[in-house]
């Protein structure tokens, strides 16, 4: 507490997680910060602390919250400083709730299974909301926290994109001091990272494309296309595609498929580096959320799915590992790629998961399953070019598993493929909701895909958002 003081901290965000406050190895903060000398927000977990540290109660919920819910605004002060309107959408999860308020701590607001969703001390200087106002699906999510930072704790604006672009190229320039081996993919993270890379150290940057055999259709030639060709990134490309599909043989376990792709990865990069180099690092686009899901940021956090350029790499690597993007979201790093001038297609290019098709493949990876499921991908993305939905939507994408259904063809009963079609709504990864698609779209898709792949006899659409399930099926 003193260290924050004699920082002149202006205000204190405690976030959500997934330890239970009642639990004996449950992280809790310096005592002295909930003794009101510094404004404190606490999301979820943060809130249920602050509530417990004043003398309240928080138990297990008779009922868990997940994803979409409705906030009743009871009192427009603080938090709600602004606000017109008497209800909002809000996003939960969570499992635990308070069920006893400390005296003196007055409810802002309420939704159907929390009669305590927002709070706020008597003094006006902490607040705490069960729900999370820092993602995209909470209806004006960002207003509530720029009136706990501007109002409550006084805050100034200083930060911008074009000042983290500035920063980061100087501190990559500073601190770069030898040849840089960079993995590139053609996604939005990877391609931004390197361009970032190429402008801060210029002919220290080596950027390769490792082809793993679990790629979109084109990717590579497509690759090659907007960074080589139009935008001068330095770049090579390895087909290892038979290593990995070696590796994964027999396979079946999803985080055990993504540390072998880890691994494979790492062991690629290395040979190239042995061949090529010497490379003092290797640079990556990590993303925030890969951090935070991967288990691997400074807070506790639960590992929900191992992402091969974070959980995945082995602890003897030989090159350091640089992280431009570490600290930012999708949304964030698509500003900060048009800033570097990348053009708008390869920024509103949709997420693709770094261990590749092998996470859209339910449990072994089969020559067979890879091929419906590469097909199957294709049509889902053509069809939302066709339909004017593709940049309406945060990504779309299908996925295929050993599940073999009855259909009939050419007047014959067949046995084949089920494949599920996934459509999602989102900003920054952390939260998503499944699209509403017309029925023609759906349509389109699903003959599409029974018609155009062979093996495939039935398609499926996929309604659950996150929480609580995650984006990618695996």
């Known amino acids: 507490m003193e260290d924050l ?37 606490g999301i979820c977990y943060g809130y249920q602390l602050i509530v417990q540290a004043h003398g309240g109660e928080v138990e297990r919920a008779s009922r868990r919250e997940y994803g979409k819910s409705s906030l ?7 938090l709600f400083s602004g606000f017109s309107q008497d209800k909002i959408s809000c ?31 008597a003094d006006g200087r902490q607040f705490g909301v069960q729900f999370h106002p820092e993602v995209a ?47 590139v993919s053609g996604g939005v993270d990877s391609s931004v990272a390197s361009v970032l890379l190429n402008r801060a150290v210029g002919d220290k940057l080596q950027c390769v494309f490792i082809d793993t055999g679990l790629l979109r259709e084109g990717e590579g030639a497509e690759v090659s296309k907007f960074l080589r060709e139009d935008l001068g990134v330095p770049i090579e490309f390895v087909d290892a595609s038979r290593a990995f599909l070696s590796a994964l043989d027999g396979v079946a376990e999803p985080e055990e498929k993504r540390r072998i792709i880890g691994r ?4 690629a990069f290395e040979r190239y580096a042995r061949e090529h180099g010497p490379f003092r690092y290797l640079a990556q686009g990590t993303l ?69 098709l092998a996470v859209r493949i ?18 889902v993305e053509d069809a939302l070019v066709e339909g004017g939905v593709y940049n ?58 029974t018609n155009e792949v062979e093996g495939v006899v039935s398609v499926v659409y996929a309604i659950s958002s996150k929480p609580p399930a995650t984006i990618e099926p695996q």
């Open 362 to 379: 339910i449990g072994e990876v089969t020559p067979e399953k890879l091929r419906v499921c590469r097909q199957s991908n294709k049509v």
């Open 288 to 356: 925030y959320p890969d951090v935070i899901e991967s288990g691997h940021s400074s807070a506790p956090a639960s590992v929900i799915k191992t992402h091969h350029n974070v959980g995945g790499l082995p602890k003897g690597l030989s090159m350091e590992v640089v992280e431009p993007l570490r600290a930012l979201y999708k949304d964030e790093v698509r500003s900060l790629g048009a800033l570097l001038g990348l053009p708008a297609k390869v920024l509103q290019r949709h997420p693709f998961p770094g261990p590749g």
């Open 264 to 267: 494979v990865f790492a062991e």
């Open 137 to 183: 699906h909470t209806e004006k999510g960002s207003a509530i926290l720029s009136n706990f930072v501007f109002n409550v704790c006084g805050a100034k604006r200083g930060w911008s994109m074009s000042n983290f672009l500035d920063e980061t190229i100087a501190d990559l320039s500073a601190r770069i001091d030898g040849r840089v081996l960079c993995a």
């Open 91 to 121: 996003w939960m999860s969570h499992s635990d709730a308070a069920t006893r308020l400390p005296a003196g701590m007055s409810v802002l607001g309420v939704s159907d299974n929390s009669p305590y969703a927002a709070v706020q001390s």
């Open 72 to 78: 009743t605004i009871l009192d427009r002060s603080g």
């Open 392 to 449: 309406k939507v945060w990504q779309g994408f299908a996925y295929v598993g050993d599940d073999r259904v009855t259909g009939v063809l050419g007047d014959e009963r067949k046995v084949g493929y089920q494949v599920t079609v996934k459509i999602v709504e989102s900003i920054d990864a952390m939260t998503a909701d499944w699209y509403r698609a017309s029925n023609e779209l759906l349509e389109s898709i699903s003959a599409k895909i």
């Open 5 to 41: 003081l004699r920082m002149k901290v202006a205000g204190v965000v405690l976030s959500g997680g997934p330890a239970s406050v009642y639990s004996p190895s449950s992280p809790h903060p310096d005592e002295a910060l909930l003794r009101g000398h510094i404004p404190v927000l």
